[in-house]
């Protein structure tokens, strides 16, 4: 139930996003939809490595094999991945951005360009 | 827990119908920098701490900031959102 | 136009109302298979992680992994760490060559443009800002070096050092050049790929973890992943600070 | 053997030595990223014998697949590295009298070539993702970098559907991992069965990107701007490397994953027939748009399309002919598609102009490369004699015996050949019209070399199409046998859980 809550969490922001970069015409605009519907991603992302009652997956003391029960990390990890990307495309994004804004005096994607 | 975690999943879908509709863009930016830091808690939430830690260092902060100076350059540049 | 605007609004609700449909039918299909969620923890390759049993599978997987013990095939106590620095490097290579490539594009774009600030800042940024610098850098290098222990590593770390610049532009130096940032970049990227090929003339592959694991849970303990995320903070923390120097700063 | 990493290593070694490099002298960048792909290949070259009779996989980091992420160097993909190389390294010839770029589009564009070449040989889903995006982030910021001004247009909107596309493949990997709980392609082709509508969506959202790379139908709208924008070499690039690291990509998931013998079942049926009916639409949007099309590089860009809809309806054949017209028409359309646009680039820098509507009577001042024009574009219509020739036979000739919806395919595929000929005949026609044209006649050593070779590549397997034959037949046998070729050899290296 809780997995399912998380990853309906993410799979909402995901929509959104989509609706944003679907409706939008601003070019910020669109960047931000994008963005959300990133974190959205790496919410399902790491909801679907998530199990009821599952502890950090840090070894301590406490730790036995047989008394086990972790959250999956590689999702953690894939996210990790996921969130430095974004960066990157987002700041590139944002570069162009200006450029475009140089060439054309407005951030609209409008019918007119390209 | 489980009204814990709809509370933040719906807090977060709000969140994100405001950066769409808002009609501001520094607000929308904003906005998008409140929802990444809960998405930040949500992470937290399903004990990744790892990850809730860089998305609020790098998804709250720094994309946050590069938005916002990309605008403020715009502006310098002579960008006028009324227009 | 306006009409128009409205008809699209109509036809992307439709599409994300759709789009929800039709993952609604995926997750509820009753036929026969594997489907998602459908591996519990102990069916994933993270169980061995876990278990650092990842390096010889036929081993029992009943193996007590207790801290303080030397000799595991991965030292790391942060199993997420691990993965990102040991069992997953190349992945951690290219998500570095990302970073890189974006400050690479955005120093390609941005190199023409000039820009100058006017507004000087107050005594109180211009006191405060170098507490905040000093608090925020010591914060990132105990990240950077506890990757191993505690959640964080190479990546929140040099973010939050790279944060610590951007801090100071609101104060002092004005003037950017990128070109000891190029040179650390490099610098941090060519012995990210020292140690890979190390690795590979030591232990035969690329990337490999030829460096002592220590004892689980001591602060000196998988040194290959301490050196590899320091080298990656530097990296991040240089490449980060460039593309904000760009963004931010005065040319 | 662990060394065949080496391949990826020379250049990620130039890229890392470029920013430094520049420094001191300005040149570097240009000089350090040539010989990082002639090392390639000449490396692969080196290997290439003992693959040809053993593919082998490479390790990395020590952890056997399905724990690490491993490599795999099989003729098919060493063949296509060895490919990849060789375009970057002749595009980069064909640029050498453009001296103005700074040091960072060297390093962005060997990123790039590394990045394709590293999506062929990787084996595992999510280390495929991670390339993409090294190699998606290297091509927004060269096509902005073009000297166009509509490049940073064109570049944003690449940029906001490639994101889109590479998000939904991110959430194909994570379904995958969460039914399966592995990541390795090789392990997750021998799994148990999948539910039917879970492994379509799972495998359609995973192949989401290399559809937009290779242009395919829904996810064609980014070609024109972005090859309006870009310069004439990186538009060469995205079409001679970028397509077909996308097509090797393609060919690895549908063949090893996406065929019914495998977990996936009867959507790897499905998945099929999707990308015949895709492909089979995208060449005749394609074709049709590069027949409407007055601009140069982007006419060029839509008849990319089009040859890319062939590959995939071979593809989606998955016969044994069909495989092997695919080899020859992903060969014939890098060697073509470098050849064309440099011609463009030439002719483009000598005139002036934009469109090849204006470039009235220019072959008669530069008759050699207008002659090679004519060529190239012989080539990716499939005038016998040309390795196009045999690969478009071989296509259609599996079509006709498979029937059914590949009919319409093959239909499709003439269709579109028609429309190629039509134009490719109009824009070579144009070039040896009379006109007052007053051009002073320059040498550019640098074209007429590469641009020669390139002709020879597209000549020889078209008049003796032995020459690939081995190699031809090495990659199909592996592509068509993944249980006992890819998946055995990496499972016996390392075993499975």
Redesign the interface.
Known sequence: ???I??A??G??????????????K??????????????????????????KG????????S????T?H??????????????????????????????????????E?RGD?? | ??YW??A???F??LG??T??FQKS?KN??IT?GI??IT?SL??A???????AI??AS??AV??TA??FW??K??EE???NEK? | MRRNESL??I???L??IG??AV?YAVFTDTRPGLK??DAS?KE???YH???KTAGNPAQP???????GKSGYEDGS????TA??VDY?AL??L??VL??F???A??GL??SK?KRKIETEASPIVTTAVPMIMLFAVVVGLYIIFHGH???GGG?PGGAIIASAYMIQFLAFRKKFSGNLFKILESLAGLGILGMGLAGLYTEGSFLANFLPTGE??AVFSAAGIMILYALIGIK?ASE?SS?IG??IGEK | MNNALLLLAFPLTAVFLIPVGTVFYKGFGRFLSMLSYLAGIVYGIYLFPSILAGSKTVIVGNWAPPFGINLFISPFSLGLVILIFSAAFIIMVTDLQNKGKSGQYYLLYTLFVMASAGMVLTGDI?NLF?FL?IG??AS??LI?AGAS?????????Y??QA??TS?SM??G???I??ASGV?NIAVLAQFKTFNPAFAFLALALLLFPFMLESKLFPLHTWV??AY??ADHPFAASMSGIAATAAGAVMLRIVLTLANPQSGFGTAGKSIQTMLIILGGITVLIGEGAAFTEKNFKKTLGYSSAGQMGIIAVGIGLATKDALAGVLFLILNHTAAKILLFSVAGLFSKVSGKEKWADMKGIGRIYPLPAALFAAGAMALFGIPMFSGFWGKLYVLKSAFALGGLAYAGAGAILLGTIFEGIYFMKISHTFFEKSDISLERKHYPFFGIPALFLAAVLLAPGLFPSILGPWVQASVKELLNPISGYVHIILTSGGAM
């Open positions: 139930m809780e997995t809550l998380f309906l969490s799979l909402s922001l995901v929509m959104v996003g989509i609706f944003g970069i679907l409706t939008k601003n070019i910020i605009k669109i960047l931000l939809g994008l963005n959300l519907m990133e974190t959205g991603i790496n919410l399902f992302v790491v909801a679907m490595g998530f199990f599952g502890k950090t997956p840090i070894i301590t003391e730790f036995t094999a047989s086990m972790f959250v999956d990390p590689l999702p953690h990890a894939l996210v990790l991945t996921s969130i430095v990307i974004g960066l990157g495309t987002t700041a590139l994004a944002l570069t162009l951005t200006l450029n475009y804004f140089r060439e054309h005096k407005h951030i994607f360009n390209a | 827990m489980i975690i709809a933040v999943g719906i977060l879908f994100g119908i950066v769409i863009i929308a930016v998008f929802v990444s998405s949500m992470f939430m399903m004990k990744a701490y790892d990850v860089t998305e790098i998804g720094l994309t590069l938005f990309t605008i350059r715009l540049e002579g960008y227009k | 699209i609004h036809a992307a609700f599409l994300v789009l929800s993952l998602a969620l923890l994933r390759v993270s992680y876990l278990l997987a009943e193996r007590k992994v207790t801290v106590a942060n199993i997420v993965i990102v997953r992945d951690t290219g998500e990302v970073l490539a974006a400050s594009g955005v774009l941005m443009r222990l505690s959640p990546f689980l849970g991040v980060l593309i760009h963004f | 999510f991670v995006e998606g982030i927004f910021a902005a001004p509509m490049g940073s247009a064109g570049s944003l909107r940029l906001i994101q889109i998000l991110l959430a990997i994570i379904l991992y969460s990541l024109g701007g309006l924008g």
